[in-house]
């Protein structure tokens, strides 16, 4: 009996073990906001049809090579900077086009996408720059330098994925998974602000295929993707536009 009194009272005056300690708390994210699929359709267009998405492309093209008004230059999407208005081909021909592409949909779900993923790259644009979670939403977009947007590729891959399967075509023309969707002067930003927060849309998309003989002893052949685009809705149409190229640097 005393010995098991002793027993009992050692396991009652025995020290408890320290708590195992916890290690650093995960960071959970949020479900992403539902968003209704766009409506999509592709239709085959021959190259020498002349519908107006051709015909817009041929002014533009014309006014790189002289042959036409310079005024085209002002097609492009957002308008003519001083760079674009210096460019000159010595020639240009359409050569193939691809399926045109009309997209149906919801501003407040273009919205919440384009939240989402500038929600994100700030988010990691802090991280990169020493900041806290803090820090993320002060972030402007005029902060954005070419490498920095390289670098924001990879943590926004998963949103841009989103965006380009639910909405494909104004994924495409927003460039959401490429680095110049973070430039600044992107002119889907101001399109976006212009068609308001909600209501519908649709942006049309044809792309053509040019060909130009460069070089003054041996030839060389280039070719190179020219984009005719429409965005419209309620309070916003910018009727046929070019959309500029998606290198950072290019106007």
Same mark, same amino acid.
């Given at each position: 009996?005393a010995?098991?009194? /002793?027993l009992?009272?050692?396991? !009652? %005056? +025995?020290?408890?073990?320290?708590? #195992?300690? &916890?290690?650093?708390?995960?960071?959970? @994210?949020?479900?992403?906001?539902?968003?209704?699929?766009?409506?999509?359709?592709?239709?085959?267009?021959?190259?020498?049809?002349?519908?107006?998405a051709?015909?817009?492309?041929?002014?533009?093209?014309?006014?790189?090579?002289?042959?036409?008004?310079e005024?085209?230059?002002?097609? /492009?999407?957002?308008?003519?900077? !001083? %760079? +674009?208005?210096?460019?000159?081909? #010595?020639? &240009?021909?359409v050569?193939?086009?691809? @399926?045109?592409?009309?997209?149906?949909?919801?501003?407040?779900?273009?919205?919440?996408?384009?939240?989402?993923?500038?929600k994100?790259?700030r988010?990691?644009?802090?991280?990169?720059?020493?900041?806290?979670?803090?820090?993320?939403?002060?972030?402007?977009?005029?902060?954005?330098?070419?490498?920095?947007?390289?670098? !924001?590729l990879?943590?926004?891959?998963?949103? #841009?994925?989103?965006?380009?399967?639910t909405?494909?075509?104004?994924?495409?023309?927003?460039?959401?998974?490429?680095?110049?969707?973070?430039?600044?002067?992107?002119p889907?930003r101001?399109?976006?602000?212009?068609?308001?927060?909600?209501?519908?849309?649709?942006?049309?998309?044809d792309?053509?295929?040019?060909?130009?003989v460069?070089?003054?002893?041996?030839?060389?052949?280039?070719?190179?993707?020219l984009?005719?685009?429409?965005?419209?809705?309620?309070?916003?149409?910018?009727?046929?536009?070019?959309?500029?190229?998606?290198?950072?640097?290019?106007?």
């Open positions: 009996m010995v098991a009194h /002793l009992a009272l050692s396991l !009652l %005056t +025995a020290p408890k073990a320290a708590p #195992a300690k &916890a290690g650093p708390a995960k960071e959970t @994210k949020a479900p992403p906001t539902a968003v209704a699929p766009a409506r999509v359709t592709d239709t085959e267009v021959a190259v020498d049809t002349q519908d107006d051709r015909k817009a492309a041929q002014a533009y093209l014309d006014a790189l090579t002289g042959k036409g008004a005024t085209s230059r002002d097609l /492009l999407l957002g308008g003519a900077t !001083l %760079t +674009a208005r210096m460019v000159t081909l #010595a020639n &240009a021909k050569v193939a086009r691809e @399926k045109h592409r009309h997209e149906e949909g919801q501003l407040g779900d273009l919205n919440t996408l384009v939240n989402e993923l500038d994100e790259g988010a990691a644009l802090a991280k990169l720059m020493g900041g806290g979670p803090g820090a993320s939403d002060d972030m402007a977009m005029t902060e954005v330098g070419a490498e920095d947007a390289k670098k !924001l990879g943590p926004t891959r998963e949103k #841009a994925q989103r965006f380009n399967q909405h494909p075509v104004f994924a495409y023309v927003a460039r959401v998974d490429k680095e110049v969707y973070w430039h600044p002067q992107n889907f101001p399109l976006l602000t212009q068609a308001g927060p909600t209501g519908a849309y649709a942006i049309d998309l792309l053509f295929w040019v060909e130009t460069e070089g003054l002893g041996e030839k060389t052949t280039r070719k190179w993707p984009r005719i685009v429409r965005f419209r809705s309620a309070k916003a149409d910018t009727n046929l536009r070019v959309l500029p190229a998606s290198d950072w640097n290019a106007e």
